[in-house]
């Protein structure tokens, strides 16, 4: 089973990528905003933030380092908070760009998606008569014929969003390029990923557990309306949790 901890390590991530500015007049999109997102979740509770940057401008997904070390520079000198950059970006972005911000900054945590996966997110196009931004609508609805890149050559935190990215950590980890312990982000509820049943979150740290014995820290991350029960179950079960927007 996974190693044994005390307490509970909530992550919280502010923005995310797969929102768009009409989804909400909340959604930080500034480094300031999101700066300020990070500050107020750390004080809550959060012991880590998990950060993706936005075109000030529009809102769109962006690596941009600049944006990265704007922000990331304001967190650090308010609080005390483990900062965590995303290496996902968006589905739309080249590997060697989603990298740029991690490589040239070096966080402290930095995600790392275990496999190339479908990652749709068309089905939110029948919610809005009308977008704010012209890249949005483009954005959601391309996401049906996407696929978001994450192969052997490609490939801190881990993030599955299925049970074969377990195993494709377990495999690297036999090659020694990835050193236990891991820190392993499960997510639940992702069009093209494992699905937010609590028999899916089961299966999910069943297979975790025999593949990684103790040598291994369990999160996990409900989409949408799945985030409250199944950051009740990991907690329940001795794991940790990630609130937030994806």
Known sequence: MAAA???VIITC????SIHTPTMSPHLPITPDEIAEAAIQ???AGAAIVHLHARDPKDGRPT??????????RKIKAESDVVINFTTGGAPTMSIEERLQPTLRLKPEVASLNMGSMNFGLYEMLGRYKEF?????????AGSDDRIFKN???DIAEIECYDIGHLYVAAH????????PPL???SVFGIRGGIGPHPEDVLHMKRTADRLFGDAYHWSVLGAGRNQMFIAAMSAVMGGNVRVGLE
């Open 41 to 43: 979740a750390a004080r």
């Open 183 to 185: 820190f392993i982000q």
């Open 172 to 179: 690297f980890v036999d090659r020694r390029l990835l050193k």
């Open 5 to 7: 901890q005390g307490k």
């Open 63 to 72: 690596q941009d380092p600049e944006l990265f070390r704007q922000f990331a």
């Open 132 to 140: 704010k931004h012209d890249w949005e609508k483009p954005y959601l």
């Open 13 to 16: 991530a502010v923005t995310g």
């Open 151 to 153: 192969t052997f050559k």
